[in-house]
């Protein structure tokens, strides 16, 4: 079934350094979803990826899209504790054409 | 709006007792996700409703897992008897239509002894 890479498993910043966590997939991906999830919380959603190539930006975040469309990253400029958590990407696959969610990078930061 | 509720938030049994889990999602969400979460992984889908059918059940281990979404709003998740590899979050989400950005609720701390 369809799978995705996350790399890296667990990131360590000092506030105030960047992070950029990646997403890659053996397989053209038809669309990709970033979700956050801060310690003890549930996923909150916060981007769906279509078109290859596609740049998104939200506040110090930004999202790519892959020219090939399979693999994304996201980019947290000036990291603050606030960004502490977990982020997954998510992507349509597999029987049934369900959400597969990677394993996740786990955010850290150090103030 | 209000978001997906799910209830309880902990519970502790002991194995091979039965424990249900209920979710209310969003109004107006036709589709409805149970999904799994192991510590330290992502979410894992056990189960699928558009309304009121189960489109997608592929992963829900059926010989102790039910579930139900009467009337297309309200589920329940019900596991008959536990085992110890249960524990874990469940975690209810629904969206708009399939394909569609998921909302979460706070999941289920599902702790077997």
């Known amino acids: 079934g369809q799978q995705v890479m996350q790399i890296p498993q667990y990131q360590h910043v000092q506030e105030g350094e960047d992070f950029t966590t990646y997403c890659n997939s053996s397989?053209?991906?038809?669309?990709i979803q970033w979700y956050k999830q801060r310690p003890g919380g549930h996923p909150v959603f916060l981007i769906q990826?279509?078109?290859?190539?596609e740049v998104k930006k939200q506040k110090r975040l930004t999202f790519q899209f892959g020219e090939a469309k399979k693999n994304s990253s996201l980019h947290i400029t000036a990291t603050q504790t606030t960004d502490v958590g977990t982020y997954f990407c998510?992507?349509?696959?597999?029987?049934?054409?369900?959400?597969?969610f990677g394993a996740g990078t786990i955010l850290r930061v150090k103030s | 709006e209000a978001g997906v509720v799910q209830s309880p938030r902990y519970k502790i049994i002991e194995k091979k007792q039965p424990v249900a889990f209920w979710c209310n999602p969003i109004s107006g969400h036709n589709t409805l996700y149970w999904y799994r979460q192991n510590l330290g992984q992502g979410p894992e889908l056990l189960i699928r409703?558009?309304?009121?059918?189960?489109?997608?059940d592929s992963q829900l281990p059926k010989d102790r897992f039910s579930a139900e979404r009467l009337k297309g709003v309200d589920s329940t998740l019900k596991i008959q008897p536990a085992e110890l590899g249960d524990s874990a979050v469940y975690l209810c989400?629904?969206?708009?239509?399939?394909?569609?950005?998921?909302?979460f609720g706070d999941g289920t701390r599902l702790s077997i002894l």
């Open positions: 409703y558009e309304n009121e059918e189960a489109v997608d």
């Open positions: 998510a992507v349509y696959g597999g029987y049934g054409n369900k959400l597969v």
């Open positions: 989400a629904s969206s708009l239509y399939s394909n569609q950005p998921q909302h």
């Open positions: 990826l279509v078109k290859s190539g």
């Open positions: 397989t053209t991906l038809s669309n």
